[in-house]
Nanobody, 126 residues
Framework: QVELEESGGGSVQAGGSLRLSCAAS???????KGWFRQAPGKEREWVAI???????KYADSVAGRFIISRDNAKNTLDLEMNNLKPEDTAMYYC?????????????????????WGRGTQVTVSS
């Protein structure tokens, strides 16, 4: 089983930037991988995903501000976050999905992911 570990979270003021990194314990086939976040009392939501072919997608709330990237040699998945807003405050999780089954739905569904890290907290103050 692949293990994931997130890092890079912290506290910043609105307008600031952070870069999150997700390190995988080993290389593995992934149908899709991505960053999700969960604020207290809210459901986990997708932020940015990367499909197997490398295509990336962003939630409307972060498009133009966040960039997802990967380094296959290092088995890492990064999330560069710019112009952060207080509403970006949440625990950020890295997830990987190995199943290609369409029954599970699209890559934006967190329920379709079977591998998760423990998360890294991002707090943005106004």
């Amino acid at each position: 089983q692949v293990e994931l570990e997130e890092s890079g979270g912290g506290s910043v003021q609105a307008g600031g930037s952070l870069r999150l990194s997700c390190a995988a314990s080993r290389s593995a086939f992934t149908y899709c991988k991505g960053w999700f976040r969960q604020a207290p009392g809210k459901e986990r939501e997708w932020v940015a995903i990367m499909e197997h072919g490398g295509r990336t997608k962003y939630a409307d709330s972060v498009a133009g501000r966040f960039i997802i990237s990967r380094d296959n040699a290092k088995n890492t998945l990064d999330l560069e976050m710019n112009n952060l807003k207080p509403e970006d405050t949440a625990m950020y999780y890295c997830g990987m999905r190995t199943s290609t089954s369409s029954v599970l739905g699209g890559c934006g569904r967190h329920q379709s992911y079977g591998i998760w890290g423990r998360g890294t907290q991002v707090t943005v103050s106004s």
